[in-house]
C-alpha cells in the first residue's frame, strides 16, 4: 500500500522558516518524481515544486521561486521542501504527492497533509 506521511508543519512569522518531510512507503520511492502541492482554504490546489527521479532536476513556481527548495533523500524515501522567507501567502496545507501534476487526478498517491500558518 502506498503511504505518503507530511509533517514539519506549524505556526511561523513572516520571514521565517520551516522544513517540511514526507515520508514514503508501499512503491519505490527512487524511481518516481515527487510533487508538493499546496490548498489554501476555500481556494482548490496550487503546485508548487517538483522533483525528478532520475537526475534530481526541480521545478518551481513562480510564487516560490528562490525561497524554497525540495531535496529528496532516495536511501531514506523521504522528500522535504525547505521553505525560507515565508509570506502570510503561503499559509495553507502542504502535501506531498507521488508523481507529476497540478490537480488531485493527476497523481497516484498524496498524504494527509500538514497545515502551514505564516504570520504578518
Known amino acids: 500500500e502506498v503511504q505518503l506521511v507530511e509533517s514539519g508543519g506549524g505556526l511561523v512569522q513572516s520571514g521565517g522558516s520551516l522544513r517540511l518531510s514526507c515520508a514514503a512507503s508501499g512503491f519505490i520511492f527512487g524511481n518516481y518524481g515527487m510533487t508538493w502541492i499546496r490548498q489554501a482554504p476555500m481556494e482548490g490546489p496550487e503546485w508548487v515544486s517538483s522533483i525528478n527521479a532520475w537526475d534530481n532536476m526541480t521545478f518551481y513556481a513562480d510564487s516560490v521561486k528562490g525561497r524554497f527548495a525540495v531535496p529528496r533523500d532516495d536511501a531514506k524515501s523521504m522528500l522535504y521542501l525547505q521553505m525560507n522567507n515565508l509570506k502570510p501567502e503561503d499559509t495553507a496545507v502542504y502535501y506531498c504527492?507521488?508523481?507529476?501534476?497540478?490537480?488531485?487526478?493527476?497523481?497516484?498517491?498524496w498524504g494527509q497533509g500538514t497545515q502551514v500558518t505564516v504570520s504578518s
Open positions: 504527492a507521488k508523481g507529476y501534476g497540478t490537480k488531485w487526478s493527476d497523481f497516484g498517491a
